[in-house]
């Protein structure tokens, strides 16, 4: 199962190609154009909320290393008299002999590990917005496209429906039409114009991008189960999209997913570390040994040297409060780490059954619908200027080719939005950076 997981990820990783030859859209000098794969390293890498969070580490790192620390630190002190001549100078060390130095370290290694695991948790996250991100900006550009596209068409037809108004070819009616559906159309422009710049917005924030750029999904190596052209969607041509998805086994998945997924490393690392915090105030309650030594004056006036040996005796305060405190807390995240593993199993159930369920739509709608759909749309305005077709079936056709592609988008984007969940919540998506080209 896991290598049919691979599999669909590294299908789902593929750069897509856009249907449509042309656009009206022009972009600035400073477009960059990115993969999917190069979306994720960059996002990796220069995503502002990770660059925080990987300081985690170095923070445990420098605890670990202050804890690891021998403590040799003795005090002095030294004792004047009151209207005396002479002094008293005296050193103290402290040593500890129940292990609390052991303890200290076992508390800031579990720290250290799950400062780590939050890492892994908090990439397997960006890596799914980006993912979400990045098909959202495809399937945006493409709608765009096609408002364009259809902008254009309906300038054409109005400029055409004027003259035959004028010419008496036409009734003002059909002439109303014409002039109807271009102010849809530009509406229809401008609101996915606006929708793909709030994407894009969306996935300059992941990627932490500073500088204002236009960003491209490169889509121009074909994958067809991705982007289908026209002349390839058919029965037999189609990709099998709910056969691969009825290959996955939500069983399987969370098994994949009990071995990967750094939220429950990090739920284990918590209970592991409040243990040994409770540990660490048990032994800290305990006694300690006191060497001293004091050099005073002697009868002779000669200075002289005396140790002492002494213990710290915890009488009051026996830490009993801040260990049942730490004991609330491991218990706390053990409860908190058999929660995460049930909802994890029904979060991947339910994320096999989207992905069944948009891949289905989508085989049928790149089976049964698009083909002729797109075909018709190309023979739409050569039947128009051929007078097979007037202009209120042209727009009836046409508004129906249309609404075919979008419901296809909205499939495509729904089927890869599905894809992205199901990768993000077996925590597979990390490990597809590995096996995409």
Do not use: C
Not at 340 to 359: F, M, N, Q
Not at 395 to 414: G, M, P
């Amino acid at each position: 199962m896991r290598f049919q997981l691979y599999i669909l990820l590294w299908f789902a990783a593929q750069p897509l190609r856009a249907q449509s030859q042309g656009s009206t859209t022009q972009f600035s000098a400073d477009t960059l154009r990115l993969t999917l794969s190069g979306a994720r390293a960059r996002g990796l890498a220069e995503n502002s909320d990770l660059v925080a969070i990987r300081l985690d580490t170095a923070i445990a790192r420098g605890e670990l290393h202050q804890a690891a620390t021998f403590a040799f630190n003795p005090s002095a002190d030294v004792l004047m008299p009151v209207g005396g001549n002479s002094s008293e100078i005296g050193v103290t060390q402290e040593l500890e002999v129940f292990g609390q130095r052991s303890r200290r370290v076992g508390v800031e290694r579990a720290t250290l590990a799950r400062a780590a695991a939050g890492i892994g948790n908090a990439e397997r996250l960006t890596v799914g917005d980006i993912d979400r991100s990045f098909y959202r900006l495809v399937s945006a550009s493409q709608r765009m496209t096609l408002a364009e596209e259809v902008l254009a068409l309906n300038e054409r037809l109005a400029s055409v429906a004027e003259r035959q108004l004028t010419a008496g070819e036409i009734s003002r009616l059909d002439y109303n039409l014409a002039v109807v559906e271009l102010g849809r159309s530009r509406s229809r422009a401008l609101a996915t114009r606006r929708e793909r710049e709030q994407v894009e917005l969306d996935l300059q924030r992941l990627l932490g991008l500073r500088a204002h750029a236009h960003i491209l999904p490169d889509i121009g190596r074909l994958q067809d189960e991705g982007m289908p052209d026209s002349s390839a969607v058919t029965a037999r041509g189609a990709h099998a999209h709910a056969a691969r998805a009825a290959q996955l086994d939500a069983d399987s998945l969370t098994r994949v997913a009990l071995t990967l997924r750094q939220d429950l490393v990090e739920r284990a690392a918590a209970v592991d570390q409040a243990r040994a915090e409770a540990a660490l105030v048990r032994q800290e309650a305990l006694p300690n040994l006191i060497l001293r030594g004091v050099v005073e004056p002697g009868a002779s006036g000669r200075r002289a040297f005396r140790p002492g040996i002494g213990l710290t005796l915890p009488i009051f305060n026996r830490n009993r409060g801040r260990a049942e405190s730490r004991d609330a807390s491991a218990r706390q995240a053990e409860l908190e780490r058999m929660s995460l593993l049930v909802r994890l199993r029904t979060e991947i159930a339910a994320e096999v059954g989207a992905y069944r369920s948009a891949a289905q739509e989508v085989e049928i709608l790149e089976t049964t619908v698009l083909a002729p759909a797109r075909q018709n749309r190309q023979l739409l305005e050569t039947a128009y200027r051929e007078g097979k077709v007037g202009l209120p079936v042209l727009l009836l056709i046409r508004n129906q080719v249309i609404d075919a592609e979008l419901e296809y988008w909205a499939s495509w984007l729904a089927e890869r939005v599905a894809i992205a969940d199901l990768a993000e919540a077996t925590g597979e998506n990390i490990l597809s950076n590995r096996i995409t080209p």
